[in-house]
């Protein structure tokens, strides 16, 4: 699993249109991009949000549960494309559809469980993304 994580001021995802996940933190928030392969399960996914929950790249050097800041969740499997060789990227690291969504739904779960308030995106959605990036400030994790 790998989480492109970054630190926004406001983040929302709109599918045809209509916004389906938005956070407006008081401060800082995190936008999660969120990437599924194939060796992935749901322990590797509630790690991985603890892993984002406790990370200290808020102001101050405190983490998201320090603040109780909010974060959304986009599911993105091109951050498994693969681009060593030729023109076009290869998805085959990326996990399918019926491995990867429910393993993105944990993703999130973990978070809620956390504590987090957690808005997400729609899976295989064509989504629009608007995000503020503070800082900016991006981290790529993966476990």
Same mark, same amino acid.
């Given at each position: 699993?790998?989480v *492109?994580?970054?630190?926004?001021?406001a983040a929302?995802?709109?599918?045809?249109? +209509?916004v389906v996940g938005e956070i407006r933190?008081?401060g800082q928030g995190?936008?999660a991009?969120?990437g599924?392969t194939?060796?992935?399960?749901?322990? %590797?996914?509630?790690?991985?949000?603890?892993?984002l929950?406790? *990370?200290r790249i808020?102001?101050?050097?405190r983490?998201?549960?320090?603040?109780?800041?909010?974060v959304?969740?986009?599911?993105q499997? %091109?951050?498994y +494309?693969? %681009?060593?060789?030729g023109?076009?990227p290869?998805w085959?690291?990326?996990a399918p559809?019926?491995v990867?969504?429910?393993l993105?739904d944990a993703?999130?779960?973990a978070?809620r469980?956390l504590?987090a308030e957690?808005?997400? +995106?729609?899976?295989g959605?064509?989504m629009?993304?608007?995000?503020v990036?503070? +800082?900016p400030? %991006?981290?790529?994790?993966e476990l």
């Amino acid at each position: 699993m790998r989480v *492109l994580v970054q630190r926004v001021s406001a983040a929302r995802v709109r599918v045809d249109g +209509g916004v389906v996940g938005e956070i407006r933190p008081q401060g800082q928030g995190l936008l999660a991009l969120v990437g599924v392969t194939h060796a992935d399960d749901a322990a %590797t996914a509630r790690r991985m949000a603890d892993k984002l929950w406790r *990370l200290r790249i808020l102001d101050g050097e405190r983490s998201a549960a320090d603040v109780f800041a909010p974060v959304l969740v986009v599911s993105q499997f %091109t951050l498994y +494309g693969d %681009t060593a060789k030729g023109r076009r990227p290869s998805w085959n690291a990326a996990a399918p559809r019926a491995v990867a969504e429910p393993l993105v739904d944990a993703f999130a779960a973990a978070l809620r469980d956390l504590g987090a308030e957690v808005a997400t +995106g729609i899976f295989g959605a064509d989504m629009a993304v608007e995000l503020v990036n503070d +800082g900016p400030v %991006t981290v790529l994790l993966e476990l």
